[in-house]
Nanobody, 123 residues
Framework: QVQLVESGGGLVQAGGSLRLSCAAS????????MGWFRQAPGKEREFVAA????????YYADSAKGRFTISRDNAKNTVYLQMNSLKPEDTAVYYC????????????????WGQGTQVTVSS
């Protein structure tokens, strides 16, 4: 089992940047595929980005392509989401998630979830 703690959220103006971090417990972090999801008020949770266990494969939602970058540092048991050119519609609670599947990088099958970090983008 893995426990996840997100950080790095906050208030930013449109066009600005934030970097989210997700620290994971456990000694087998590199065996987990990691993903970022978000949920805006009144909307369903949606997939943002994912990365395979060793970081060789990434996958993005269309809304994130070209603006967001997912990365991981397995030595630090941490996954990141660099968000640039932020828009008001990016406002949401952002969650990181983990799943078994070393080579997987996609939107489905996540078993472990963090508590979320709020990102608010003002216009």
């Amino acid at each position: 089992q893995v426990q996840l703690v997100e950080s790095g959220g906050g208030l930013v103006q449109a066009g600005g940047s934030l970097r989210l971090s997700c620290a994971a417990s456990g000694r087998t972090f590199s065996s987990y595929a990691m993903g970022w999801f978000r949920q805006a008020p009144g909307k369903e949770r949606e997939f943002v980005a994912a990365i395979s266990g060793r970081g060789g494969t990434t996958y993005y939602a269309d809304s994130a392509k070209g603006r967001f970058t997912i990365s991981r540092d397995n030595a630090k048991n941490t996954v990141y989401l660099q968000m640039n050119s932020l828009k008001p519609e990016d406002t949401a609670v952002y969650y990181c998630a983990a799943r078994n599947g070393l080579g997987y990088a996609g939107p489905r099958g996540y078993d472990y979830w963090g508590q979320g970090t709020q990102v608010t983008v003002s216009s």
